[in-house]
């Protein structure tokens, strides 16, 4: 069985920094593509950004360049998404997806390419 497990949300003061991690179980993090989603309360889920072994980060939203920012530890088979300078608008739900792809430069930002997703996890930028 394939699982990933979405930790590191909280409550923070707008401007401050949070890191998620995305621990997998059943697979191995460097075979799959990872996307980061977020879903804010009556909004549609929304890609955040998308990480491979191969082609690192590709952002999907303007609005997280330059603060968000991914990476992998191979060791712990965990991904993290480091999130700096939050804003009130940041507060969602949080959660990071695996799919496998035909293509290496591929990195998908839609919900519905994703196969296997964590609960996510809720970050909370006060106003």
């Known amino acids: 069985q394939l699982h990933l497990v979405e930790s590191g949300g909280g409550l923070v003061q707008p401007g401050g920094s949070l890191r998620l991690s995305c621990a997998a179980s059943?697979?191995?993090?460097?075979?799959?593509?990872i996307g980061w989603f977020r879903q804010a309360p009556g909004k549609e889920r929304e890609g955040v950004l998308c990480f491979s072994s191969s082609g690192g980060n590709t952002h999907y939203a303007d609005s997280m360049k330059g603060r968000f920012t991914a990476s992998r530890d191979n060791v712990k088979n965990t991904d993290y998404l480091q999130m700096n300078n939050l804003k009130p608008e940041d507060t969602a739900v949080y959660y990071c997806?695996?799919?496998?792809?035909?293509?290496?430069?591929?990195?998908?930002?839609?919900?519905?390419?994703?196969?296997?997703w964590g609960q996510g996890t809720q970050v909370t930028v006060f106003s």
């Open positions: 997806a695996a799919a496998k792809f035909l293509e290496d430069s591929y990195c998908s930002g839609y919900v519905y390419e994703y196969n296997y």
């Open positions: 059943g697979f191995t993090l460097d075979d799959y593509a």
